[in-house]
């Protein structure tokens, strides 16, 4: 059963697919990692029932990207990546396979955001980031890179 939160604006595929290019999608409130990142953590832990140790981002799609984010007793190491899709977020656990999620921007309408919370939350095995896109109605490029100076 696919699991959509729409609280926290997370849409996840209930079986982990490596055939997928994502395994779901995540429309966070800002660009801000440090105000947006916590409740993700919080909700991937629990709706996987696994340990988030480590996330990788793109550098340049977010704005106040801290070094570790405290979550549960333990703090999260946060990756700063430049040759990464700025359109995905990884989450690393302990054991498992790393989940990636779509971001979609904040300010996107909630008409496609909604589209591609609930798509992605399917099988999308075979589709590209950018058939998601389209099928959701969401422009190719949503995550435009942020200006340089991230701190």
Not at 37 to 57: E, K
Request: net charge positive.
């Amino acid at each position: 059963m696919p699991r959509v939160d729409s609280a926290l604006r997370l849409g996840l595929h209930p079986v982990l697919d490596r055939r997928a290019v994502v395994d779901g999608a995540w429309w966070p409130y800002s660009r801000d990692a440090a105000a947006e990142l916590p409740g993700l953590i919080a909700a991937v832990d629990r709706l996987l029932d696994r340990v988030t140790l480590r996330i990788g981002l793109h550098r340049d799609a977010w704005q106040s990207i801290p070094h570790r984010i405290p979550a549960c007793g333990r703090q999260v190491r946060i990756g700063w990546f430049r040759h990464t899709d700025p359109r995905l977020i990884t989450l690393i656990f302990a054991a498992g396979e790393p989940v990636v999620l779509l971001v979609i921007p904040p300010d996107t309408a909630a008409g496609p955001a909604e589209a591609t919370l609930k798509l992605t939350a399917q099988d999308t095995a075979g589709l590209s980031i950018d058939d998601i896109l389209t099928v959701a109605r969401l422009p190719p490029n949503p995550a435009a890179p942020l200006r340089a100076d991230r701190r």
